[in-house]
């Protein structure tokens, strides 16, 4: 797939109730978050908008259809880890598979460096081969993994960590 293909657009509330949407798939049919119920508007509001201009969502459009979303968020807040931030990847179904995915983490990471992150994490449900598949294709390893730390669908799942120190 071609860049030119993809335009990656800053979070917009013009796209909260389709990102929503796509969110909810996810919420309603996966393990791949571990809410588990249908989330409001002020729910997802909350989720993709942030204080701190550093941290962002970026929309992924392709041949102007909505596609999914990339966030980069706090890892946590204490001033040591200001270097270190999260990436989250969140796709349309139809849209997986394509290039879409490795797309949005590079643009991430592209916008990490520029605010001066050192390290970029990812926290993804041990039982999500694909995003696992996404991120170790794209330069991220195992540094964690916790065992039966979740509840989701009657059953206990695991979180595996990944990371990557960008240059």
Not at 7 to 26: C, K, N, P, S, T
Not at 77 to 87: F, H, L, P, S
Not at 106 to 120: D, P, T
């Amino acid at each position: 797939m071609e860049m030119a293909d993809v335009v990656f657009r800053e979070m917009q509330e013009e796209y909260l109730v389709a990102v929503r949407d796509i969110y909810l798939h996810y919420v309603l049919h996966t393990t791949a978050t571990f809410h588990a119920r249908p989330l409001t508007r002020e729910d997802m509001r909350e989720i993709v908008f942030f204080e701190n201009e550093k941290y962002k969502t970026f929309v992924i459009f392709r041949e102007e259809e909505l596609c999914g979303y990339v966030l980069l968020t706090q890892h946590k807040k204490r001033e040591a880890y200001d270097t270190t931030a999260e990436v989250t990847v969140y796709l349309k179904p139809d849209c997986i598979g394509v290039g879409l995915g490795s797309l949005g983490l590079q643009h991430l990471e592209e916008y990490a460096r520029k605010q001066g992150i050192h390290v970029l994490v990812a926290t993804i449900c041990g039982e999500n081969e694909k995003s696992i598949h996404l991120v170790e294709r794209n330069g991220y390893f195992r540094c964690a993994h916790y065992k039966e730390v979740g509840l989701k669908f009657g059953q206990y799942l695991d979180i595996v960590g990944y990371q990557k120190i960008l240059a």
